[in-house]
């Protein structure tokens, strides 16, 4: 059970928009900052979004991240078939002194 | 540019010790926090570790703590992760991560390939 919550799977046409959300809590998402990560099979994670909304460079503008309270977003527009992926969030957890992700969600492109 | 490379990996018996290593290269190693990162099979990400760029801080998951130890060699551009008293629940890909600037904020950027261990009787 992770302590970070995603959904599971979202799934959209192409071209289209999705979110991913990131539940957490006080000790986590409201106060510290979030990044987001996509992961290809049988590859390793690359960093999307840090600090809650900025994006590395060569990160395309299509991806984008928000946080209100103790939730995240990740956005992704203009759906790809490329996007089809796994993503996470990542958060610092004051309570437990760790790093902290998300289960994760598989964006799948109709 | 900032590359990473995990070896150490491999099939272990559960009880057994193990250690990882990470080399890096392409950027002054001893500037930044370093983390290893983990993936069961079929599984999402999970944190285990993080240390210092100058070793002298160390976190760990309480998955781990107590049976595994992060250490640095900032000479050698080197990062380690000794692991003791192995479970099978230990079974994963395990990712070495560079902070993505010069101070800790737990943004994994880069990356290595990663190295997989199994514990197994």
């Known amino acids: 059970q992770s302590v970070l919550t995603q959904p599971p799977s979202v799934s959209a046409a192409p071209g289209q928009k999705v979110t991913i959300s990131c539940s957490g809590s006080s000790s986590n998402v409201q106060y510290n900052y979030v990044s987001w990560y996509q992961q290809f099979p049988g590859t390793a994670p690359k960093l999307l979004i840090y600090?809650?909304?900025k994006r590395p460079s060569g990160i395309p503008d299509r991806f984008s991240g928000s946080k209100s309270g103790t939730s995240a977003t990740l956005g992704i527009t203009g759906l790809q078939t490329g996007d089809e992926a796994d993503y996470y969030c990542?958060?610092?957890?004051?309570?437990?002194?760790?790093?902290?992700f998300g289960g994760g969600t598989k964006v799948t492109v109709l | 540019q900032a590359q990473l490379v995990e070896s150490g990996g491999g099939s272990v018996k559960p009880g057994g010790s193990l250690r990882l290593s990470c080399a890096a290269s392409?950027?002054?190693?001893?500037?930044?926090?370093m983390s290893w990162i983990r993936q069961a099979p079929g599984k999402g990400l999970e944190w285990i570790s993080y240390?210092?760029?100058?070793?002298?801080?160390?976190y760990f998951a309480d998955s781990v703590k107590g049976r595994f130890t992060i250490s640095r060699d900032n000479a050698k551009n080197s990062l380690y992760l000794q692991m003791n008293s192995l479970r099978a629940e230990d079974t994963a890909i395990y990712y070495c991560?560079?902070?993505?600037?010069?101070?800790?904020?737990?943004?994994?950027?880069?990356w290595g390939q990663g190295t997989l261990v199994t514990v197994s009787s």
């Open positions: 990542e958060t610092w957890d004051t309570s437990l002194s760790a790093g902290v």
């Open positions: 392409g950027f002054i190693f001893s500037d930044y926090y």
């Open positions: 600090d809650n909304n």
């Open positions: 240390i210092s760029s100058s070793g002298g801080s160390t």
């Open positions: 991560a560079r902070d993505l600037f010069k101070s800790f904020h737990g943004w994994f950027d880069p």
